[in-house]
């Protein structure tokens, strides 16, 4: 199941940007975070092959949205400039943008290659 970011969780769960200048992941698995809109159409059709992909992954990735439209500081601090934009966030490495509606196998290319997970 996705979960929902506040600033505060975000902060809490993934990067910190305020305590650390420097990338520093606080999660023990990789991660995709969602930052989406309610108002957004491509955000819509993203939203469901997101569930699918916690669902699929359980236990081995984290799948995390953001509101960027109630979360506008964490928005900013990410400098997210158009929606759906997806940050892949491997453990130990560099964490990778991208923006615009993926399809299912861009996801499925972006974990195996990204996150550095198999499928099972």
Request: glycine share 4%; net charge negative.
């Given at each position: 199941?996705?979960?929902?970011?506040t600033?505060a969780?975000?902060?809490?769960?993934?990067?910190d940007?305020?305590?650390?200048?420097?990338w520093a992941?606080?999660?023990?698995?990789?991660?995709i975070?969602?930052?989406?809109?309610?108002?957004?159409?491509?955000?819509?059709m993203v939203a469901?092959?997101?569930?699918?992909?916690?669902?699929?992954?359980?236990?081995?990735?984290?799948v995390?949205?953001?509101?960027?439209?109630?979360?506008?500081?964490?928005?900013m601090?990410?400098?997210?400039?158009?929606?759906?934009s997806l940050?892949?966030?491997?453990?130990?490495?560099?964490?990778?943008?991208?923006a615009g509606a993926?399809?299912k196998?861009?996801?499925y290319?972006?974990?195996?290659?990204?996150?550095k997970?198999?499928?099972?």
């Amino acid at each position: 199941m996705s979960e929902k970011l506040t600033t505060a969780d975000f902060k809490a769960k993934v990067f910190d940007w305020e305590e650390n200048s420097e990338w520093a992941y606080k999660g023990e698995l990789p991660a995709i975070v969602d930052f989406y809109a309610d108002w957004c159409g491509p955000c819509k059709m993203v939203a469901p092959i997101l569930e699918e992909l916690s669902q699929e992954f359980e236990g081995k990735i984290n799948v995390y949205k953001v509101d960027t439209d109630a979360e506008q500081e964490l928005a900013m601090a990410f400098g997210i400039q158009s929606i759906p934009s997806l940050l892949f966030i491997p453990v130990g490495e560099k964490p990778q943008m991208a923006a615009g509606a993926l399809q299912k196998q861009q996801f499925y290319q972006a974990i195996k290659d990204v996150l550095k997970v198999e499928a099972a």
